[in-house]
């Protein structure tokens, strides 16, 4: 069924109560417009038009999460899930995690490696631990043994 233009300016209205609570991707939007019961073609009228007037812009969003996510200490892995997760296009993705130079990752494992360090200093197996606690960040496996070999020296 066609949307209405009552029905496309009222599923605007609901884009930008969401988009003001929370920046969102396309995709995200898309779905919560869907949950909110608007028809698909209504919901993708609505943002074409929120994305025209600049609320919805997946690579300023996909390029601050990059940055927040590196500063919490978050490997390119993790990273690239999680916008993946998010509606982010594999390409952009790609685009983004491939600007991420190999020594701004050891350089962020390494800072994280360290606070591990210091936790617990005279547990027993505590570098197998920290390079299993830098992996699951997302850091690649010589990443993290990289970090952990300058974190300690």
Same mark, same amino acid.
């Given at each position: 069924m066609p949307s209405t233009p009552k029905d496309v300016e009222a599923a605007v209205d609901k884009a930008v109560r969401?988009?003001?609570a929370a920046a969102?991707? *396309?995709? #995200?939007l898309e779905r919560k417009l869907a949950r909110a019961g608007f028809a698909?073609?209504?919901?993708?009228?609505a943002c074409d038009r929120v994305e025209a007037m600049g609320y919805v812009n997946d690579r300023a969003y996909a390029e601050a999460t990059v940055n927040r *996510?590196? @500063?919490?200490? *978050? #490997?390119?892995?993790?990273?690239a899930s999680e916008l993946r997760q998010k509606g982010i296009d594999r390409a952009l993705v790609d685009e983004l995690m491939g600007k991420v130079?190999?020594? @701004?990752?050891?350089d962020g494992a390494? @800072?994280?490696?360290?606070?591990?360090?210091?936790?617990?200093?005279?547990?027993?197996r505590q570098r197998e631990k920290?390079?299993?606690?830098?992996?699951?960040?997302?850091?690649?496996?010589?990443?993290? *043994?990289?970090a952990l070999e300058r974190a300690s020296g």
């Open positions: 969401i988009l003001n969102q991707t *396309r995709a #995200g698909p073609a209504t919901v993708e009228a *996510r590196q @500063e919490q200490g *978050r #490997g390119v892995r993790v990273i130079s190999v020594e @701004e990752q050891v390494t @800072e994280l490696a360290r606070k591990l360090l210091l936790r617990n200093p005279d547990q027993p920290v390079t299993g606690a830098l992996m699951r960040r997302g850091y690649a496996p010589w990443v993290a *043994r990289k």
